[in-house]
């Protein structure tokens, strides 16, 4: 069935770096736009990036421009969020969802989310 | 940036009643807009895509309308496993998708 994983959360310190990855399946990866979104526990949803079906365009949200970096291995079906520079405000589970072919804006599945803690 | 308020912030129903909530945009919306579910410990579920359309497997007992900055998801009769939180999500510009904070319905 239609399937996304997220792992590689975790404990970091302010200022380190993470990568989050978000593993696909049952579907077409190169077909779809994916995206990271983030909510801090008991919180709402934010979106944070997004990145076209062939990684050829990428938007960011403004909390997180020139830390994050959203890309994919179309090759392996999976996404990635790098987070460089951490900040304490970063802390929050993070999903990844695929875009709608029809709606790109629209986020039709999502994975169980990975939680990130930045804490000194 | 397009600000999404919704109201209420919780909405104490009863199963079988029907529950109205509102997504207001800060300035006029394209008809860009989506809804989502999310239950207790789960991740979002998509419900409504581009104002009014029902996402697959979606019962007919959700509807959405709205246009310009008004938006509105409706639950025709409550069953248990809708007490949830509903969040709109909108798509102004590719640089700024934005969600609403949600209404809690209990």
């Known amino acids: 069935q239609v399937q996304l994983v997220e792992s590689g959360g975790g404990v970091m310190q302010p200022g380190r770096s993470l990568r989050l990855s978000c593993e696909a399946s049952?579907?077409?990866?190169?077909?779809?736009?994916m995206h990271w979104v983030r909510q801090i526990p008991g919180k709402g949803l934010e979106w944070v990036a997004v990145?076209?079906?062939?990684?050829?365009?990428?938007y960011y949200a403004d909390s997180v421009k020139g830390r994050f970096t959203i890309s994919r291995d179309n090759s392996k079906n999976t996404l990635y969020l790098q987070m460089d520079s951490l900040r304490v405000e970063d802390t929050a589970v993070y999903y990844c969802?695929?875009?709608?072919?029809?709606?790109?804006?629209?986020?039709?599945?999502w994975g169980q989310g990975t939680a990130v803690t930045v804490s000194s | 940036e397009i600000v999404l308020t919704q109201s209420p912030a919780i909405l104490s129903l009863s199963p079988g009643e029907r529950a109205t909530l509102s997504c207001r945009a800060s300035q006029i919306s394209t008809n860009y807009l989506a809804w989502y579910q999310q239950r207790p410990g789960q991740a979002p579920r998509l419900l409504i895509y581009d104002a009014s359309k029902r996402a697959t497997g979606i019962p007919a007992r959700f509807s959405a309308t709205g246009s310009g900055t008004d938006f509105t998801l409706t639950i025709s009769s409550l069953e248990p496993e809708d007490f949830a939180v509903y969040y709109c999500?909108?798509?102004?510009?590719?640089?700024?998708?934005?969600f609403g904070g949600g209404t809690k319905v209990e």
């Open positions: 999500q909108q798509r102004a510009n590719w640089f700024a998708l934005t």
């Open positions: 049952g579907f077409a990866f190169n077909y779809n736009g």
């Open positions: 990145i076209w079906y062939d990684g050829s365009d990428k």
């Open positions: 969802a695929r875009g709608n072919c029809d709606s790109n804006y629209v986020m039709d599945v």
